[in-house]
């Protein structure tokens, strides 16, 4: 099986020198997704997107899930988020899901392992998830400055398991980075479903166009029978 190169490093050069102001991205939905650690030697990192831009990375190491759920409370209050997806592979993560759902979130689980949408191109779905957030990076999406997530990016290979895309197995990505790469993790799990702008943010812009409004103002002339609709 051949083993295909990885990003262009000049690629991720670019996108981490690219930089969108809130008014180029204000109608794109607000996106939050929590890699949880295995193990004692990873972080849990958080991502946010809205649009052509991701910001930069939380990081917290050994903390509990009392701990990592309720900083991601805190996030996607603070930020406004309309969808938060945290990672369930090998059930670490679910802790968190838990303790999210206690607190009354509604946190998307995403397992890495787990089928493609496409499934007939991508083995998983984290081949899946990578290659939409390479393709993002391609379309103009904007970076945070990183080392950790340039190299990620540009040393993780991937190939053919007979006719559908998989990456390079994480152990070995980690191997050769030194490190996890938990910021690629948290990155492209913004990817894992479509999101859209929540509906509060469209009904608080319907309520600023009609400050005034009262839904019982005609409602005696209604029940009188002498309501006309075309009447100011």
Not at 6 to 27: C, F, G, K
Not at 153 to 167: E, N, P, Q, V, W
Not at 201 to 215: E, F, K, L, M, T
């Amino acid at each position: 099986t051949v083993v295909r190169d990885s990003m262009d490093w000049a690629q991720v050069e670019a996108a981490m020198n690219l930089v969108y102001t809130e008014h180029d991205i204000r109608n794109a939905a607000k996106i939050i997704a929590a890699d949880v650690a295995r193990q004692g030697d990873d972080a849990s990192s958080s991502a946010k997107r809205q649009g052509l831009q991701m910001f930069e990375f939380v990081h917290k190491r050994n903390i509990d899930s009392i701990q990592g759920a309720g900083l991601v409370s805190r996030m996607w209050e603070d930020w406004g988020a309309d969808a938060c997806f945290v990672d369930a592979t090998g059930g670490f993560g679910y802790s968190w899901i838990d303790q999210l759902i206690t607190m009354g979130r509604s946190p998307i689980p995403v397992q890495f392992a787990a089928a493609a949408h496409d499934s007939g191109r991508y083995f998983n779905k984290r081949a899946e998830m990578a290659f939409e957030f390479v393709e993002w990076i391609k379309r103009g999406g904007a970076l945070p400055k990183s080392p950790q997530l340039k190299a990620a990016l540009t040393l993780t290979t991937y190939t053919f398991k007979g006719d559908r895309l998989i990456l390079e197995p994480k152990e070995d990505v980690k191997v050769k980075l030194g490190y996890s790469p938990d910021e690629f993790d948290a990155a492209m799990m913004t990817f894992a479903e479509p999101v859209t702008k929540s509906a509060r943010v469209q009904r608080a812009n319907r309520s600023a166009v009609q400050p005034g409004y009262d839904p019982f103002a005609n409602l005696e002339s209604v029940v009188s029978g002498s309501y006309d609709p075309m009447r100011p």
